[in-house]
């Protein structure tokens, strides 16, 4: 299967500052997604990025497909960003199943 | 984008026994697919069912362990049987879902499981 790599796996940060959270796949991708798991472990689909960039309010993710990697943005953290983001990527056929990441759990203090 | 009903959202059973947890969507997809996630673990994909005939199991899941139902194009049970505390995870459906993007895929509210 294709590997997916996170980092960092854990960060701590004050409400109000920034963040980049990185992904690395090995191989050639026709999706990536990044999601958020709350703390009641529903899984929130924040991006559905194969490449380019795009931007939600405070977040923002970028896909740059030819080298392999994916960057999630989080600008002026809130203690409701707590929680695991994970990056999944499917790659191949048009049916397929998604590979995640191990996730990288942030909590952000008041 | 889809909307998947995923039910129970949670339950703590006795070891031994069963529990079947179903997901309904509000489109008709080809494909859904059940995974798996343990306690600080990622997600492990545990099969693939499509409508009509037998689910498609990953290295390490069985079918008698965990059975599939697929009887229409939007809706889909997992069972978890003979449970032991080993069963403990959160598990989750997902479909995918072309609201989002061509290849996107959502996911139900999951089911966290705790067996005692």
Same mark, same amino acid.
């Given at each position: ?6 980092? +960092?796996? =854990? ?15 090995? =191989? ?10 709350? +703390? ?9 990025? +194969? ?29 409701? =960003? ?29 | 984008?889809?909307?998947?009903? $995923? ?43 499509? $409508?009509?005939? *037998?689910?498609?199991? *990953? ?36 479909? *995918? ?20």
């Amino acid at each position: 299967g294709i590997q997916v790599e996170q980092s +960092p796996p =854990d960060l701590i940060l004050q409400e109000g500052a920034n963040s980049t959270l990185r992904c690395n796949f090995s =191989d050639s991708v026709n999706n990536l997604q990044w999601f958020h798991q709350n +703390p009641w472990g529903q899984l929130i689909n924040l991006f559905y990025i +194969p490449s380019g960039t795009k931007q939600n309010g405070r977040l923002s993710a970028t896909t740059v497909a030819t080298e392999r990697y994916s960057l999630l943005y989080i600008s002026s953290s809130q203690t409701t =960003d707590s929680g695991v983001y994970f990056c999944a990527v499917k790659r191949g056929s048009t049916l397929g199943r998604l590979y995640f990441g191990r996730g990288t759990q942030l909590t952000v203090w008041p | 984008s889809a909307v998947i009903s $995923q039910k129970p959202s949670r339950d703590i059973c006795q070891r031994g026994t069963s529990l079947t947890i179903q997901c309904q969507v509000d489109s008709q997809v080809t494909m859904m697919f059940w995974y798996r996630q343990q306690p600080g673990q990622s997600l492990t994909l545990i099969a693939t069912a499509n $409508q009509g005939s *037998e689910a498609t199991y *990953e290295s390490g899941f069985v079918i008698d362990k965990f059975p599939i139902s697929r009887p229409n194009l939007t809706f889909s049970t997992l069972t978890v049987s003979n449970m032991s505390p080993e069963d403990s995870s959160i598990y989750l459906c997902s479909v *995918e879902d072309r609201g989002l993007g061509l290849y996107g895929y959502t996911f139900g509210s999951g089911t966290r499981l705790t067996v005692v």
